[in-house]
Every structure is written in structure tokens, then in C-alpha cells.
């Protein structure tokens, strides 16, 4: 009697199927992660870490034991320049982090989070590495 | 739009431009990232104990960045110094350890083997070891026990 090949194609069809989307997770995820498993339970301060090995190496999953830090790692971060810098009504450009010029018309934006940092309850200082 | 737009990749260094004056003592920054930071980290608190403590009071005082730069300055001295003294004496244990640390999620808890041997390299060659200060006293620390109730699913 001829055997039913053709009842083996369904067991086939899932065996690809599971298997391709098993092996492109797979090959995405280290892709992704250099090789690494994947991070979880992943907190703020470790995203915070991850920021900074990524200004350190390029990477956010990359790491260095070199405790000369790569040219330009403690001034250049486009966290530190960009995260205070504010456009004002009148076009000039101000740091978040100075005090607020009384001769100036600022956003209720700006307003309002300069009176949260002043107020210690934010600080555009605080997570980053001293 | 005809003229040229500037790319998002910066193409010259970034230049600061607000520098801290020049009577701030410049002190390099240390270059180590986050596993072998973590690999470090109670050793760190072990060698410049004295250093962190005075710069949290401080920080405590007050939160402005500027009240506080001298007692950063000391905190990052003495972790380089520390990372440099570290490398210099169990550089493959510590290597080995951050290493093991990275692929498992950066959890003490699945790297204990690795930590033993870093362990016992650090109090021979530096007399620094490994104390947390939360233990509760008279049970062995949860890094020296034998039978973890929390360990790897597989051996």
C-alpha cells in the first residue's frame, strides 16, 4: 500500500514554521544584544548604567575594563548638552539649570520645571555618573 | 527644502561649551563600565569607604552639584585607584567575573563561582574583602553559603 505522504505535510509545515520563528528570535536578540541574552527587570538605575556604557563604548550592551575613559566621555554626551537646553520666547538659548533671569518671559514649561529642580524634587545632575 | 540640512550624526567632536573654570582641579573620570563596575562594587565600598561616606553626608546637606566637588573629586580618585590596583594584581578573576556577570542579567547570584575565586585573589593579594552591610549577624553571608536556596536552575 502506498504510504500518505501527504499527511506528513502538515507536521512538516509546523516544524518549519516554529523553527523559523524560534531561530530569527534567536538570531535578532543576539543581534541586538551582541551576543548577550537579553537584559531584564531592567530598573532606572540600569538604564542609567546603560547610557553610560553606551557614551563609554558605543554600545549599550558593550563593556570596558579600561579605567581611562575613552577622549571626549566627560564632556561630550548628548544627554548632558541637550538636556537643559531650552528655546526662550525671545530666541535666546538657556540652560535649564541656571537661574531664571527676571528681564526674560520664559514658558510655563520652563517655568515649571526650574521650580521642580530648585525644589530639589529634580535634578538634570542626578543621574549621571559624578 | 533646497538647502542643506545638517545630519544627525555630529560631525565634529563636541566641544563644552561651558567649561568649569579654571581653578576646579581636573580629575579624570573613571572609563570602567557597568559589569565590571558591578564586579568591583564591594570591593569599592571596602577601599574608599571613607571617601563615599563623607560625600554622601555632603550630598546630603545639599543638593547642588557645586557643594560637593571636592568630595566627588576623592570618591573618583579612589575608585581608580582601586580598578588600577585590581587590574594590576587578579586581572584574569576579575575579567572572568564580569565576564560571567554580563551573560547572566548582572546578578551576583549566578556567578558565585567566579566571585569565590576573585574573592580569594582580592584578601590575598590586597587584604580587601567582601562584606554586606545589610547581613543580618551571626548567619553566613548569602554569598558564602554552601546550599543557596536561590542559585542557576541548571549546574
Keep these: ?130 | 527644502m533646497s538647502s542643506a540640512q545638517s545630519g544627525s550624526v555630529a560631525t565634529r567632536p563636541y566641544v563644552d561649551p561651558t567649561p568649569l573654570p579654571d581653578n576646579i582641579p581636573k580629575v579624570q573620570e573613571l572609563g570602567v563600565s557597568s559589569a565590571p563596575l558591578k564586579s568591583a562594587a564591594f570591593f569599592i565600598g571596602a577601599y574608599c569607604k571613607e571617601y563615599n561616606e563623607d560625600f554622601m553626608l555632603c550630598k546630603s546637606e545639599n543638593r547642588d552639584p557645586s557643594h560637593c566637588l571636592k568630595e566627588g573629586r576623592r570618591v573618583t580618585r579612589c575608585a581608580t585607584d582601586l580598578i588600577n590596583k585590581m587590574r594590576e594584581n587578579c586581572l584574569s578573576q576579575f575579567q572572568e567575573h564580569w565576564d560571567c556577570l554580563e551573560k547572566n542579567n548582572q546578578e551576583y547570584y549566578l556567578c558565585r563561582k567566579p566571585e569565590r575565586t576573585l574573592n580569594a585573589c582580592m584578601f590575598e593579594k590586597l587584604g580587601l574583602t567582601k562584606t554586606i552591610p545589610s547581613a543580618p549577624a551571626g548567619k553566613t553571608p548569602v554569598h558564602e553559603l554552601e546550599k543557596p536556596l536561590f542559585k542557576a536552575i541548571q549546574k
Design chain 1, 1 to 130: 500500500m502506498p504510504v500518505p505522504w501527504e499527511a506528513l505535510i502538515p507536521f512538516g509545515l509546523l516544524t518549519v514554521m516554529f523553527g523559523a520563528t524560534g531561530t530569527l528570535l534567536n538570531v535578532s536578540s543576539g543581534a541586538q544584544n551582541l551576543g548577550k541574552p537579553i537584559r531584564h527587570n531592567i530598573d532606572a538605575w540600569d538604564e542609567m548604567m546603560m547610557k553610560r556604557d553606551e557614551q563609554l563604548t558605543g554600545h549599550k550592551r558593550g563593556q570596558r575594563d579600561d579605567p581611562v575613559p575613552p577622549p571626549g566621555f566627560e564632556t561630550g554626551s548628548s544627554t548632558r548638552a541637550t538636556g537643559g537646553l531650552v528655546v526662550l520666547f525671545n530666541g535666546k538659548l538657556a540652560n535649564i539649570s541656571d537661574p531664571l533671569d527676571p528681564t526674560l518671559t520664559y514658558s510655563p514649561a520652563v517655568k515649571a520645571r526650574s521650580k521642580l529642580e530648585y525644589a530639589g524634587k529634580l535634578s538634570f545632575t542626578d543621574t549621571q555618573p559624578h
